[in-house]
């Protein structure tokens, strides 16, 4: 396999367009794409690895999907959302709920994460205060969790990287998760679960219980290259918002969809917790969509019991019918094609051969068809040794993320077995020009 990287012939002039990543030479010009595969404009292939960014779990040609949506736009792209919605939407959200754990019992449509967590945190200020708690209102989140690009879902980001924008919404208070405790401060694995939920505790009541209105977390932290918790963290954690009366948000924007083996990390765990943003895979790529689905005593709050609710204001697009569309296309395929037996089938298959190829060469973190790669070369520790990697591994043709020293792999629900073992195989290459030879 070719590790040489061909530059695409890019317009003579891009001064008009603004690049969601720096401009480089290693930026691609995609034109086409089918199944798990991608072609550049100079007829370059991608096995991509990562379903986008956590999204195309069912390929980029899926014909039910595609189907879905050719037939919405032809008989109505869009409906006025002042004044009403369309079917596709309500059944869409009621198919959602269907999948999620017992206890959620609505689902708010919006477009994509970031909007998702916003409308999480605005629907637990609102739940406090329909109480006569109207002092709760700060909001607690991870050091180095992730959450959006908007400034509310920003503020709730705990990376230093964020703040060239500035001071965030008030009212953020962060907090450390176990794999932070364990990677700079030593603590075991097996402590540090719950030392991490008694740090919330003590956090909380630092603050005042009766300020704190919510704690927003993802499962698996992301952006610590897929970072899995301890089994008793989150249970530890639900106790602990239970007794200070703090709705508990989980952000599954990439853990939902049957990516960790379950419809939703929340059941993978075993935790439900009051309010679940999901997205990304929730259309399996074909339009903007995401979640927010709403436990029974939240719903309560926003209508009647057993009637339907209602969380305004919302945005223009959200419930749109071709994004409904695509959507509910995605949940029936999602459920028609046992899409988590294939999971479970290839979670097993690749994390079989990456603990093989790893041999010394990093530490394997797994839930489902989520896969991290701590980075470790021979010569010792490169704090950039995962964006090296990921840049070998596109050299030849594969598309992971890598940043920092991990790399992570999210493979399509439809990949093939010969899928899997090319993405193995350019990945060994990868980390024998990074980090030497396996041992």
Not at 67 to 90: D, E
């Amino acid at each position: 396999m070719s590790s040489q990287q061909v530059v695409a012939p890019w317009p003579a002039d891009l001064s008009s367009y603004c690049f969601e990543v720096p401009y480089s030479e290693q930026s691609i010009l995609f034109e086409s794409a089918s199944g798990v595969r991608l072609v550049d404009a100079t007829g370059k292939r991608y096995l991509d690895g990562l379903s986008g960014v956590f999204v195309t779990c069912f390929g980029y040609d899926c014909e039910p999907i595609v189907t879905a949506v050719t037939k919405q736009v032809q008989t109505m792209a869009f409906n006025p959302p002042l004044h009403g919605t369309n079917k596709s939407a309500i059944e869409l959200s009621r198919r959602l709920v269907d999948l999620a754990p017992e206890g959620i019992t609505a689902a708010k449509l919006v477009n994509g994460g970031s909007e998702a967590v916003e409308a999480a945190i605005r629907l637990a200020r609102l739940h406090h205060a329909s109480r006569g708690n109207q002092g709760k209102l700060k909001v607690l989140s991870h050091y180095h969790g992730y959450h959006g690009a908007t400034f509310g879902s920003l503020s709730v980001t705990g990376r230093p990287d964020v703040t060239r924008f500035g001071p965030g919404l008030p009212g953020v208070v962060h907090v450390w998760p176990p794999d932070c405790l364990e990677s700079f401060f030593g603590v075991p694995h097996e402590d540090s679960g719950a030392l991490a939920a008694a740090m919330i505790e003590r956090t909380i009541e630092a603050e005042g219980p009766d300020s704190v209105a919510a704690l927003v977390l993802e499962p698996v932290i992301h952006l610590r290259g897929m970072a899995v918790p301890p089994a008793d963290y989150l249970p530890k954690v639900r106790e602990v918002c239970d007794r200070h009366d703090v709705t508990l948000i989980f952000d599954e924007i990439v853990t939902g969809f049957g990516r960790t083996g379950a419809p939703f990390a929340a059941q993978t765990f075993g935790v439900t917790p009051d309010l679940i943003c999901a997205g990304k895979g929730i259309s399996g790529g074909y339009a903007p969509l995401a979640a927010v689905l709403i436990g029974e005593h939240i719903a309560g709050t926003l209508g009647e019991p057993g009637g339907p609710v209602s969380f305004a204001p919302s945005h223009t697009y959200a419930a749109n019918p071709v994004a409904s569309a695509a959507g509910l296309a995605a949940v029936e395929l999602f459920e028609s094609s046992n899409a988590l037996d294939s999971v479970a089938r290839l979670s097993e298959r690749t994390a079989s051969g990456l603990r093989a190829l790893l041999a010394g060469r990093g530490e394997l973190r797994a839930a489902g068809l989520l896969f991290g790669v701590t980075v470790r070369p021979h010569s010792g520790p490169d704090p950039e040794a995962g964006s090296k990697v990921a840049a070998a591994c596109l050299r030849r043709g594969l598309i992971v993320r890598g940043q920092d020293d991990w790399i992570v792999l999210a493979p399509p629900y439809v990949a093939e077995d010969a899928d899997i073992d090319e993405i193995l195989s350019i990945l060994g290459e990868a980390l024998d020009e990074v980090c030497g030879g396996a041992a």
